[in-house]
């Protein structure tokens, strides 16, 4: 027996040899595929899913089309992103025309899964793409910039890195518990002629709040064209 069914009958997982026993196991089928594949294997799956419920994670499918190629009413979409693996997600979920409040209650209760769900509409789930889904990417890549600079002062990377991890959980907790503004935050950090403003000027210098927008609008717009 293969590694991977010997390890998914050890997690107490259900094998079957093909997608129609799959399906006629369960109410709801969750598809986690690339875009790409998407409509072949729709193709595939609308034979056995009538009286299903169906969760869809491809980026840039809509419930309407996925309604659609299936012929069903109760399809909800999420957009979820990595953190779901730390169960610190917040997922998106958009529901379909028609989709019934029950799958709906159930879908968020499964979102929570990685972390919670939040309901949005759909014609907003591209901007949940720009600062969720592709936005972990862009506080990967702020984290690494606080590094580097923490290494061009001086700092070996590792503890460099150390403190920027520790600086942005820190700042996200005090953001949760105190229920501030992130703005009226910065002005408690920032004193009159101190070392904060003079970094926080060199990134208004360098438009840092302008590029921020601009990626997030930027992810936002590839996420709308996929769905056209």
Known sequence: MEPLR????KLGAKIVDNL???ISQVDTVMICIKPQDFSGFLGQLAPFVQGKQVISLAAGVTTASIQKALNLHNVVRFMPNLAARTGTCLTGVAAGAGASEEFITEALEISSAGGSGTLVPERLMAAVTG???SGLAFVFEFIHALSMGGVREGLPYPQAL???LATTEGAVQ???QTK???AAMVSKVTSPAGTTIEGIQALEDRNFAAAVMASVSAASRRAQELEA
């Open 131 to 133: 600062i969720s889904g």
């Open 20 to 22: 129609q026993d799959l």
């Open 174 to 176: 005090l953001l949760r």
């Open 180 to 182: 501030e503004h992130p």
């Open 6 to 9: 010997q390890k998914a009958l």
């Open 162 to 164: 150390d403190f920027a």
